[in-house]
């Protein structure tokens, strides 16, 4: 690992347990309710993109090691049949969500240099992917888009009606 990305790992950790903690500390609950709630459902859905990966290679990945991420076969199914990055799109929602719940410029602002920072990573791991599994990668990048859960549950369904 590079010093930059060290670096990038480092601030990625400062900022997003940041947010984390300040949405504990200064969480308002006279603030309005319906933003709250529309925040809460972002987290939500932050958790359905961070949890499922982990069953999903777990289960189809062919792991190396002791790591879920160590996989040995590309897995471009289920969660990773929707986004490339499930888990980068769970860290962007949570920056999300926490300013939603809080309203707090604190929140906001660890969220706004937290997001660029998830979003970079998705590029040194494409990287590394490409290396690992090749040509079916670079296909798996045209038919499964990087974040837009949207796109891929529509080319998801739009596929299954097709056949």
């Known amino acids: 690992m590079s010093r930059k990305m060290i670096w990038m790992s480092v601030l990625l ?11 504990l500390l200064l969480y308002d ?9 529309f925040g809460w459902g972002v987290i939500f859905l932050s958790a359905i993109f961070g949890w499922l990966p982990i069953f999903t290679l777990r289960s189809q990945g062919n792991i190396e090691g002791r790591s879920y991420v160590n996989t040995t076969t590309l897995v471009n199914t289920g969660v ?9 799109l769970a860290g962007i929602l949570i920056n999300i969500g926490l300013p939603l719940i809080t309203q707090h410029w604190l929140v906001i602002v660890l969220g706004v240099i937290s ?17 690992k599994f090749g040509g079916a990668y670079s296909e798996y990048q045209v038919d499964v888009p990087r ?4 796109l891929g549950l529509y080319r998801r369904f739009r596929k299954r009606l097709t056949k």
Do not use: D, M, W
């Open 13 to 23: 950790t400062l900022t997003a347990g940041g947010q984390i903690l300040a949405a």
């Open 29 to 37: 609950p006279e603030a309005p309710s319906l933003i709250i709630n």
């Open 80 to 88: 990773y049949g929707i986004v490339r990055h499930p888990q980068y």
């Open 115 to 131: 997001c660029p920072i998830y979003y970079q990573n998705t590029f040194v791991e494409e990287q590394e992917n490409l290396k």
């Open 147 to 150: 974040f837009n859960f949207l």
